[in-house]
């Protein structure tokens, strides 16, 4: 009798870890970026910006004068509570993250994974070095 737990066990064990929740991998927004930072720049879209649908626990808004604007600061916010992450930049930060409602929030990042340009033109090279000798 002791074998049919002992494979049961087996069974049940990654079973239960594989359904219990994660932070990470949750798509629920609970928290997303004010619209404009304490120096009344406004929120720019930045591929690389860590999204919110990222296995970190914080996520990135980044503040500029515009698009061109070399002087652009990023404040992270933790996921769970809305609080900075790093204290140095809290001078030019928002306060808190503002909480979703059921309105769509707004984000620095495109909301998926982009693929750093260097990748993509080294797989080119990779393939014309492949298909074209």
Same mark, same amino acid.
């Given at each position: 009798?002791?074998?049919?737990?002992?494979? *049961?066990?087996? *069974? #049940?064990?990654?079973?239960?870890? #594989?359904?219990?929740?994660? *932070?990470?991998? &949750?798509?629920?927004?609970?928290?997303?970026?004010? &619209?404009?930072? $304490? #120096?009344?720049?406004? =929120? =720019?879209?930045?591929?690389?910006?860590?999204?919110?649908?990222?296995? @970190? &626990?914080?996520? +990135?808004?980044?503040?500029? +004068?515009?698009?061109?604007?070399?002087?652009?600061? /990023?404040?992270? @916010?933790?996921?769970?509570?809305?609080?900075? %992450?790093?204290?140095?930049?809290?001078?030019?930060?928002?306060?808190?993250?503002?909480?979703? /409602?059921? %309105?769509?929030?707004?984000? /620095? &990042? @495109?909301?998926?994974? $982009?693929?750093?340009?260097?990748? $993509?033109?080294?797989?080119?090279?990779?393939? *014309?070095? $492949?298909?074209?000798?």
């Amino acid at each position: 009798m002791s074998w049919h737990n002992t494979v *049961l066990q087996c *069974l #049940l064990i990654p079973l239960w870890f #594989l359904l219990q929740p994660s *932070l990470s991998q &949750s798509s629920q927004c609970t928290f997303f970026c004010p &619209s404009q930072d $304490e #120096l009344g720049q406004a =929120l =720019l879209t930045q591929p690389l910006a860590i999204p919110y649908q990222s296995d @970190y &626990s914080v996520f +990135e808004c980044v503040y500029g +004068e515009g698009i061109s604007d070399p002087e652009t600061h /990023s404040c992270f @916010y933790i996921k769970s509570d809305g609080k900075h %992450a790093l204290d140095g930049q809290k001078d030019q930060c928002p306060a808190h993250a503002i909480p979703c /409602s059921n %309105a769509p929030g707004s984000f /620095s &990042s @495109y909301g998926k994974p $982009e693929v750093p340009a260097w990748i $993509e033109n080294g797989r080119s090279l990779l393939y *014309l070095k $492949e298909n074209h000798t």
